[in-house]
């Protein structure tokens, strides 16, 4: 399958050597020389502008930092309308549902939303988590790129509940930071120390996710000051997502904030 990828970064570029390695044509918009000699190291095609990416590709996969670079890219560059019109566009970028919706109804394409849940390893092992808003059709004709780096690919609705509930997911996760803190707080209190506690709850009932990150990073501060910019971001958009609809993050808010987020 002949493919256009756009973000080959630090989640993006595992997903393009899952891609070249599942035997797919990709050509990717590298803009210095160091990008473009590192995607084509992974096998792919390196192109400088980004008019290059769609015209030959059955889909364009954009994988970027932020749902404002998702809008600039989509609404106010020749990407779409370079595209073919039958072609499709995934989107993996963590944003608000109403992005992809206008993007959607400004060209002639199948629009996917695809948020990622994971990280870089779990790219390149094939086995991150994939939420998926789309048609039936538009989601089968992408499923084979997808399957390429997700395991699970979970088509969860129409297109934007894929953002709805990746956003969902990640308040919750924040929420879990928040709740592991105020544990801490209280073992040290006791008279327990961060690191045996957190040593010590992977073995029991309060085992989770979010444990086993924090665990890995030795404590929740350096947790948060790892993935704190990444997570605050989807936090904004949840935010002013939920307020669209008058209403709020409930009890899930009291407790991100004890994880400073």
């Known amino acids: 399958m002949r493919i256009g990828f756009i973000g080959a970064g630090r989640m993006g570029r595992p997903m393009v050597g899952r891609l070249v390695e599942a035997g797919h044509d990709v050509r990717v918009l590298g803009r210095s020389d160091e990008k473009r000699s590192a995607i084509a190291e992974l096998g792919a095609v390196a192109v400088t502008d980004i008019r290059e990416v769609g015209p030959t590709a059955e889909i364009v996969v954009l994988c970027v930092f932020n749902d404002e670079q998702v809008r600039e890219i989509c609404l106010n560059t020749d990407l779409l309308t370079t595209m073919a019109p039958c072609s499709a566009l995934v989107v993996h970028t963590t944003g608000s549902p109403g992005t992809v919706e206008t ?16 990280g870089p390893h779990q790219a390149a092992t094939g086995e991150l988590t994939l939420f998926v ?26 297109l934007g509940v894929g953002q709805k509930v990746k956003l969902v997911n990640n308040a919750l996760f924040a929420a879990q930071i928040g709740l592991l803190s105020g544990a801490v707080d209280v073992a040290m209190r006791l008279g327990v ?6 040593a010590a ?20 501060a350096s947790f948060v000051e790892l993935a704190g910019e990444f997570v605050g971001k989807d936090l904004a958009v949840v935010r002013d997502v939920v307020a669209e609809v008058d209403t709020g993050l409930g009890v899930l808010e009291d407790v991100i904030d004890a994880a400073g987020l």
């Open 103 to 118: 993007i959607a109804a400004s060209g002639e394409i199948e629009v996917v939303d695809a948020p990622v849940s994971g």
């Open 133 to 158: 808003g789309g048609t039936d059709e538009a989601v089968k004709q992408v499923r084979p790129v997808l399957s390429c780096y997700g395991d699970p690919v979970l088509h969860v609705g129409p």
């Open 193 to 198: 120390s961060e690191s045996t506690l957190l």
């Open 201 to 220: 709850l992977h073995h029991g009932s309060a085992a989770s996710t979010v444990l086993d990150l924090v665990a890995r990073g030795g404590s929740v």
